[in-house]
């Protein structure tokens, strides 16, 4: 009985149907350019724009932040075109240079949440960005939020990696450079989003892991995968229900055979009914399905779909095309790719 409850459950979170077990090498997606010449790009999102009437195209409006040089930078492309990207605006540390970002997300249509790391770890903080609409982007108000913690609570060194958010919350995921991580999380309303606070929910995280990538499913499941400290050990799969959210129980955990994850995101396109998981690694793209493990315990299975080197964040449009940031080898040589065929 709890077996049977516990393959249902897994398949609703994971919204996966049947999949193939391996795609051969010859069968790895197409992976285009689409834009080139960014420096260090992560925080990549998409702010689905309206029809273009002018040629009943539709197009997106793309955001990417330039870890280098601290630039937010958007550009609209349509399904066939190239990217010209153009800044939106300089994020900058309270000493007046330019601060890294490390991950974004469109909390609504003029929202854009982006994690920002500075030379100082006691500032580091959410950008919340207010950005106008049309097709030329501008920030009309800036909004730093920082973290709240409990005065005992060490400053930690590290980094955010991913950002997420809910209906009623935003979340975010940062890891220290022993390896270790936290979860924070911020309450989002029509007024504003407040502090960053520790999330109790971590506790119950896998030991000597850290939170890398963050989303959210349609259930209000937060769902990160954990790194761990020791490269032998298997990252895990852990989903936050919204009552383990306000600190009720404990995440359900699954291993994740990936190494080097640096981000996951649901496909908004049903296939062919629930909404499938997906998530970049440092060598591509792979799709996460729902398993069963010879033990008969549910378990995952991972299907690489297209080779990538180093990429660092994934968007998805609303009608499933999928853009990747790809860091690059050197400086200014980053890019934006799309990635086609069917997923």
């Known amino acids: 009985m709890v077996l049977a409850f516990e393959r249902t459950w897994l398949r609703v979170l994971l919204a996966l149907a049947t999949a193939p077990m ?11 350019p689409i ?4 420096d260090q790009p992560v925080g990549l999102v998409v702010r689905p724009a309206a029809l273009d ?6 197009v997106d409006q793309l955001f990417v932040c330039e870890a280098a040089t601290g630039r937010v930078l958007s550009a609209t492309i349509g399904r066939n075109d190239s990217a010209d990207f153009v800044p939106v605006t300089m994020l900058v540390d309270a000493g007046g240079a330019s601060a890294a970002p490390t991950a974004a997300w469109f909390l609504d249509r003029q929202t854009l949440l982006v994690a920002v790391n500075e030379a100082n770890d006691q500032e580091r903080g959410i950008r919340v960005l207010q950005i106008s609409d049309g097709p030329v982007a501008a920030v009309t108000r800036e909004q730093q939020i920082g973290e709240l913690l409990p005065q005992k609570a060490p400053v930690l060194v590290g980094s955010y990696r991913s950002l997420a958010a809910g209906s009623r919350y935003v979340y975010c995921a940062f890891q220290s450079v022993d390896g270790g991580g936290r979860l924070l999380r911020a309450r989002h309303t029509a007024g504003g989003v407040s502090g ?19 989303a959210m499913n349609d259930r209000g499941y937060l769902v ?23 600190g009720v129980g404990l995440p359900v955990l699954l291993d994740l055979d990936l190494a080097s994850v640096v981000a996951i995101s649901y496909s908004p396109m049903p296939r062919p009914v629930e909404r499938r998981l997906y998530a970049l690694a440092a060598d591509g793209l792979y799709r996460i399905d729902a398993a069963i493990d010879e033990r008969g315990r ?3 299975r991972t299907t690489k779909l297209a080779e990538l080197t180093d990429p660092t964040a994934m ?4 009608d499933g095309t999928l853009y990747v940031a790809v860091r690059g080898s050197i400086a200014a040589e980053g890019s934006v790719v799309r990635i086609d065929g069917e997923l």
Not at 25 to 31: F, I
Not at 196 to 214: K, N, S, Y
């Open 35 to 38: 834009a080139e010449g960014l």
């Open 315 to 318: 968007a998805f449009a609303a």
């Open 196 to 214: 960053l606070r520790l999330l109790a929910t971590a506790e119950g995280a896998p030991d000597e892991a850290a939170p890398v990538a963050l």
């Open 298 to 300: 549910s378990a995952t």
């Open 224 to 246: 990160a995968v954990y790194s761990p400290i020791d490269p032998q050990a298997p990252s895990q799969l852990a989903f936050i229900a919204p009552e383990l959210i306000a």
């Open 22 to 32: 391996c795609l051969a090498d010859e069968s790895l997606l197409e992976v285009t």
């Open 53 to 58: 009437t002018r040629n009943d195209q539709t």
